[in-house]
């Protein structure tokens, strides 16, 4: 099941997994599979066409990140998602690359003890796109 609240527990669950806090304003999504979180989204730094995301899963699937990427573009209005990983973690980039994601720059220090690496996923490059699910979109 996906969903929206408690938006709190949502964002404790992807900071603790990420070592970042959230603070409001954000909005957030979350994978519930029985009864637990196993993919938790926060969205924040709302820019009108841009949207900073942060994630932390156990998995991933399809239907779940058609459902995001449709919250992206047609709840918040956004034709771009910004995501920021580590340098050192191979792992979250490969995602990003399934996702679609294209290297935009790099932030030094920005983690602190590590580079980040900042990526944008276009809503027209996204490969599970809107049109995924015929023509009304994902």
Request: proline residues 4%.
């Amino acid at each position: 099941m996906i969903v929206s609240e408690p938006r709190e527990e949502i964002a404790a669950w992807v900071g603790n997994r990420i070592g970042v806090s959230f603070h409001p304003p954000y909005t957030t999504l979350a994978h519930i599979d029985r009864g637990r979180i196993i993919a938790g989204f926060v969205f924040n730094v709302w820019t009108e066409h841009d949207v900073e995301v942060s994630l932390a899963a156990d998995r991933l699937t399809l239907k779940l990140m058609r459902s995001v990427f449709r919250y992206v573009v047609h709840q918040l209005g956004c034709r771009r998602a910004t995501a920021r990983t580590r340098t050192d973690n191979a792992e979250a980039q490969t995602v990003l690359a399934r996702l679609g994601a294209r290297l935009e720059g790099r932030q030094q220090a920005y983690f602190g003890d590590c580079d980040a690496l900042l990526y944008a996923i276009m809503k027209e490059d996204f490969p599970y796109g809107l049109h995924a699910e015929g023509p009304k979109g994902a």
